[in-house]
């Protein structure tokens, strides 16, 4: 049974508090949020104990493993403590929005060899799992184009487009991820394009929320991305990888299986409203491989490494589109 | 070149004169049609002559063989006399309503030895050929349950439901053709149920408008047939074969392959307005496949055997239909 | 919080009290089970009571309501009891092999007015529901045709189809009683045809794993119903609804949405390997409007009377089976 | 009746000439090829005479249109002496691989006044008509992202790669059109990526065989585009738009609609084995729509302009590539 200490009683802190305690491997033992109410509401219905300090846990013998869901700004200085205190941690991505703090955990991180698990849940997808199977099980032959579609379904507030770092730090971050993660490459250069096209007050704010890629890996393959933060359809996620020997795709997924046919149409259940519900099998699947990893003593994978990895893409990806130019990727590892 | 003398210039007959026209291999000799309008117009159109009579075509040397799309009523009769001119005959169904008659003519083909192919056309589409050729080469196993569907568009009018023979024999006939084509069994007993659930004129008229069959294999295999005169969502044709190893699908064809996504549904596009429509390409073929059988002097199938078969499973529906039970089909063979 | 009593700690007995115990309305207050093991593990890993015998649960104070999934043979008289005791019941189909038993406990349960549910949890399918809603909200307009499919994926043991009560009280029953619910109608009358396609075992234990079923509705509406109990391609359950102004399908569910594409076939992933892996989220669901009944003070749905219903359209089903002819439905009522 | 010269009689000379025979509205009057054979068989099939020289197709009193499929580097020239004849011109594309000459043959096309036809037969896709319709009616809203996508089957010959003016201009010239003719928008800058991936033998030719582009439309939307010569799962073709209010996808086309459940799978039957058996409708359409502008005396559309257009996209795609830079889109109009 590993006792979680939890860091962050918000929407995603919630939420794998409540998979932590609902995992036969996993229970919480105590809970801090700076908002006091949000993490007593939580522990109450948890059973688990509220902290009055991020310390508090840190510093207790009976916490095997933390939980990272707070605010981004805190994630590299809560990382850096847990990682002296000698917790395994799982953490929600991004690292920090700096990269020189991002280069410095990870190096700290690594040197101590505690193992950290960055929360890329999308990877526990059963449908882009299997796609991923099949383009390393060599099902579609060499691989040469990548396409990774992340649209909606509605913008974020623009309290929240000023401190999350953009879309690509944000939202692409996770494709970026993907990406590297169904080639097994690190994407050399990237070209980047986009505009506020949804809405004026996020162009107003410095970000964007319509944008498209282009990746080159080292393989000579190509991989492209599209996201827009505003789907009129619901959440829509997808993947499709093109080879020498086939294409294989992880589709879109639909709410329900029922179909009406009535005069010149058949029209189906659509996508689901938002990116939760589409991904929320994801998250426990998530925390049982950072469980499994501690239980078997192997390096959590999701890595900070890739937590790096996808951050220094989202950094190319920016500088490329304030450049209008093709930018290579830094490569900096511990 | 073989040339041909066409018998009937109605809807179906005109089809089947343009294909004529239309294939390298044939051509429009003569055309007669009680109409002489419609034959005149016909014939002008395709370079033909007109004929006043039947038996000027049925006598006529430059005609090397018939096509029989007259009213239901004169097949027999026709067919009889194409016979004793010992000219090959592609004759659309039925052969006639009256079985003493169809047996009689049967007889009469299979001992003079002429080719006579019987317009089955749907067994030329490509989607139900696909189907059979998984059945019959074991792709699904040993078939065990056959589904057969039929709906719509549109309730023929009164006049014709009079004289069509009703819908077993007008609309199912296909299907009783299909499943023995299929499976390669006679089905040796029917049960059927079916009212008039669209139009009461034309139960009125003594006839059924939607309808359920179960018929029984020698194998002991099942097969269920549906179909309705209306369908509200374009004609709507489907065959499902299960076996012991899995299931084969000829499925619904769309007229074009969009698809709009918006709010909660997806939008595909939709049926074929009309039996002709979804089935237009298997008409060419199916000439084909009597010029083949022609030209190299085999026996054309589908047959006049065919014909008898499917009457007499549609005899032993609207037995089952009257009598509200099952009924065995008669085996009578030339 | 409501306490329950669960009778019977087989497969579909742990299903029901692990979801009752996760619901966070509901919990096992003890388990009986005549395998005394079973409710000891079951009774440990819930941290419920184990119970030496049916009465000492529904004697108990602590026991607000019963579940019962103990052997078929045990249903009418643990029913009776519970009823007796005033204990409300979510009680596994069927009620008993026996007509005259079934109509004697029905009768018992609606004059005493004890709450009793049957657990007809297809119901609950998300899938169906839809597909329920669009019938009865006249999006296909009048119901003229219906189809319920249920295959595989492997046949039971021997020595349960010898106690099972047959394909139709046994498989079929769940659809006799969905047609029911989606159509809104009783059948007035079943034609069954079917055979021992899969095992000859099955047919030498007088029993049939194949089988086609033609129901007549009041309204003059057509029910199809077809089964198997092997599908060499998952479990396979479908339902269809034609109607006036077109049609509604809850499809075939698969278990990703992946598709490889490779020389002349796309190949999707297939269904689920059984029918819990497929129904699996509707017990679930199934225990919520039990739930919701008991604390709301209103009759359970589906009733006793649908599971009397269910059996009424199964046992015509066996004896249109063993006559080979139409036979009607029995309409008792208490 | 508009009588036709045609001008080449190679693969796409003989599929249109064959379409203008067979259109009730046109037939061919002769035809010229370099290849003597290749035009005496093609004119005795189709009842045609052999001209000598493009000049007596030119000058004949008799040709009311020309239809121009030769070799590329022909295009300008006979394009050029079609005007100068006052002929009107079915022409297929490109223009030229010389922009200057490209530019001069538009300048006197449109000064002439003489129709011009570019052979951008996709337009007539009845799936991609189905989205423009939808794109340009309004169904999605805004347009913010395109993507279109074109894969195989095969690679060319060497031989045709070295004069085909490159990927971007044999190819993907199409796709720059389609994008132009859904979005009304001309793009104005474009990002290329490619590689020979496929085969080096192309990239030693100096060309490559798989390639992404992003293209920047003036109202902010996004387009991208990828291809590649080879595709081992048959042609694939197909068009997404996505705006605020919806999605609309011209989706794969499937040669036939046959689905086979065995084990774990759902198999169906793949896409045409060509680019060629996918489009062949398109082309009889795209000849209607040809003899529709001459018959009502309007602007052929595709016209001149936009083979001009389709063209500049094409070039600023190559110097894109070479430069490894987002590339303006010259915007000269004659």
Chains 1, 2, 3, 4 share one sequence.
């Not at 199977?133 to 000023?162: D, F, Q």
């Not at 319509?210 to 933060?229: E, F, V, Y």
């Not at 409203?273 to 049982?288: Q, V």
Request: charged share 25%; proline share 5%.
């Amino acid at each position: 049974m590993i006792r979680f200490g939890v860091l962050g009683a918000g929407f995603i802190g919630t939420v794998h508090a409540k998979n932590i305690a609902a995992n036969a491997r996993s229970r919480v033992e105590s809970i801090y949020d700076v908002a006091g109410e949000a993490s007593k509401r939580l522990a109450a219905s948890l059973g688990a104990r509220v902290a009055v300090s991020p310390d508090e846990i840190l510093s207790d013998e009976r916490v095997d493993a933390v939980l990272i869901a707070s605010s981004t700004n805190t994630h590299a200085e809560l990382l850096r403590r847990a990682i002296a205190a000698r917790k395994p941690v799982y953490c929600e991505k991004p690292i920090d929005l700096d990269m020189e703090r991002v280069r410095s955990v990870v190096d700290e991180g690594c040197r101590a060899g505690v193992p950290v698990f960055m929360g890329f849940s999308r990877r526990f997808d059963a449908n882009h799992l299997a796609l991923r199977e099949a383009v390393r099980g060599g099902a579609i032959g060499k691989l040469e184009m990548l396409h990774l579609t992340s649209r909606g379904p509605v913008p974020p507030p623009i309290s929240y487009v000023r401190v999350s770092g953009g879309q690509f730090r944000d939202q692409t971050i996770h494709f970026f991820d993907l990406a590297a993660w169904i080639s097994g490459e690190d994407p050399v250069e990237v070209f980047a394009a986009g505009a506020a096209l949804v809405d004026p007050a996020i162009g107003e704010a410095g970000d964007i929320d319509t944008s498209m890629l282009i990746l080159k890996l080292p393989s000579g393959a190509l991989c492209h991305l599209d996201q827009s933060r505003r789907s009129a359809y619901g959440y829509d996620e997808r993947i499709e990888a093109f080879g020498s020997q086939g294409m294989v795709e992880s589709q879109r997924k639909r709410t329900r299986d029922v179909s009406l046919s009535t005069g010149k149409h058949i029209v189906l259940d659509g996508l689901h409203p938002g990116w939760f519900e589409r991904l929320e099998p994801s998250f426990a699947r998530s925390l049982d491989a950072f469980l499994d990893s501690l239980e078997r003593g192997i390096s959590p994978s999701p890595s900070l490494v890739d937590g790096l990895r996808a951050q220094q893409v989202a950094e190319a990806a920016l500088e490329s589109l304030r450049t209008n130019r093709p930018v290579k990727v830094d490569t900096w590892r511990p």
